[in-house]
Structures are given as C-alpha cells and as structure tokens.
C-alpha cells in the first residue's frame, strides 16, 4: 500500500523559513519522481517545486525559484522542502505526490500528472 506522510507545517511570520518532510513507504521509491504541490482557498492547485529519481535535477514554479529547494534521500525514501523568504502568499496546503519516472518531470508538475499523493499539511505564513 503506498503511503506518502507529509510533516514540517506550521505558521511562521513572513521571511521566516520552515523545512516539510514527507515519508515514502509502499513502492520503488527510487524509481519515481517526486514533486511538491500547494493549494491554497479558492485557488488551483500549483506545482511547486520536483526533483528527478536520482535527485541530481529539479525544476521550480517562478514564484518559490530562489526561496525553495527540494531534495531527496533515497535511502530513507524521505522528500524535503526547504523554504526560505517565506511570503503571506505561500500560504496553502502543501501535498507531496510521486509520478513514476517517465517523461519531462518538469512538465508532468505543471500539469500534475503525479501518480500518488499524499495528505497534505498546512502552512500559514502571517505578515
């Protein structure tokens, strides 16, 4: 059964940072991409932020380039997020998701054509 745990959420005040986790059991981790997304209330879901199998490529939405940085360790099976600069307007549920490797990663996240998802956890930043 795969299961994908989100953890690291939390309210901060704007330029603050905060680190998101999110635990990976259940299939060949190392065999999928891995992609953060965010919706916030009333708005559509975005692709955040994806990094390749072997995490030596990622690719950023504009509006978190430069503040985010995604990683991965395939040993643990765990995915980080680690934001940085954070704005009133990161303010969303944040999802982490695995697309089994195939294609243009970037592109599968602009379209969130990811294969599993995971719960979600909250991320309120206050100005």
Known sequence: QVQLVESGGGSVQAGGSLRLSCAASGYTYSSYYMGWFRQAPGKEREGVACISTGGVSTDYADSVKGRFTISRDNAKKILYLQMNSLKPEDTAMYYCAAAR??????????RGEFDYWGQGTQVTVSS
């Open 101 to 110: 490797a195939g294609g243009n990663f970037g592109l599968r996240l602009r």
